[in-house]
């Protein structure tokens, strides 16, 4: 489990691909990967994965990533040198900043617009009919990893407005028209919504 809250970006070092596989390996600072174990878990851009293989003094972790990964998010985008949202895994005792988050990507949204000023910056992101019931104004949304409140929410799409911290610490700083971003629902709404559909669905047949 993770809290959206996303620790610092990552660079990416080194990929070796194959047609439906790939193996990253991520530059971080060391303090990053302090008692970290093989098999541990790191939201990368909020896709839960699975180190394999790091070396703490060098600042280096890898991942595999299998096909399923790579179709449905935006890992199989990357390339050398690309930076990415890094967030540890959450322990007992930290503190939820953002909201719990599984690092489970549904889908991706495309970035259509962008309008940024010296404090202020909204994005407008276009996603997948299907989820829209699950997005709801002022709900939470996991956007690359990063926990955020809807702004807007419009019949194709919803509405981010993001501040300095936020831009300066994730990669969504660096996002520009086009890009295609990692979105994981609120699993709780999601619930909730599908609870109530269910219930009216039962009504409606009982009627």
Same mark, same amino acid.
């Given at each position: 489990?993770?809290?959206? @809250?996303?620790?610092?970006? /990552?660079? =990416?070092?080194? =990929?070796?691909?194959?047609?439906?596989?790939?193996?990253?390996?991520?530059?971080?600072?060391?303090?990053?990967l302090q008692q970290l174990a093989l098999g541990a878990s790191i /939201?990368?851009?909020?896709?839960?994965?699975?180190?394999?293989?790091?070396?703490e003094d060098a600042g280096r972790v890898a991942f595999?990533?299998?096909?399923?990964?790579?179709s449905r998010t935006n890992l199989g985008a990357l390339e050398p040198g690309d930076w990415v949202n890094f967030e540890r895994s959450l322990k007992f005792g930290d503190e939820i900043g953002g909201h719990l988050v599984s690092g489970h990507i549904q889908t991706t949204a495309e970035l259509t617009e962008l309008e940024r000023?010296?404090?202020?910056?909204?994005?407008?992101l276009r996603l997948d009919a299907g989820c829209?019931?699950? =997005?709801?104004?002022?709900?939470? @949304?996991?956007?690359?990893?990063t926990s955020l409140t809807?702004? /807007?929410v419009?019949?194709?799409?919803?509405?981010?407005?993001?501040?300095?911290?936020?831009?300066?610490?994730?990669t969504l700083g660096q996002r520009k028209v086009g890009d295609r971003l990692n979105i994981e629902l609120d699993q709780q709404t999601v619930t909730i919504?599908?609870?109530?559909?269910?219930?009216?669905?039962?009504?409606?047949?009982? /009627?």
């Open positions: 489990m993770f809290t959206g @809250i996303v620790q610092c970006q /990552a660079k =990416i070092a080194a =990929i070796e691909s194959t047609l439906d596989f790939r193996h990253l390996t991520l530059q971080v600072a060391p303090e990053r /939201a990368i851009n909020g896709v839960c994965l699975t180190v394999t293989a790091f070396d595999d990533v299998i096909d399923e990964t790579l000023s010296e404090r202020n910056c909204r994005m407008r829209m019931p699950y =997005i709801l104004a002022k709900g939470y @949304i996991t956007v690359d990893g809807v702004g /807007a419009h019949a194709d799409g919803f509405e981010l407005h993001l501040i300095p911290e936020t831009l300066s610490i994730t919504v599908q609870t109530v559909e269910r219930v009216l669905q039962q009504r409606q047949q009982q /009627a």
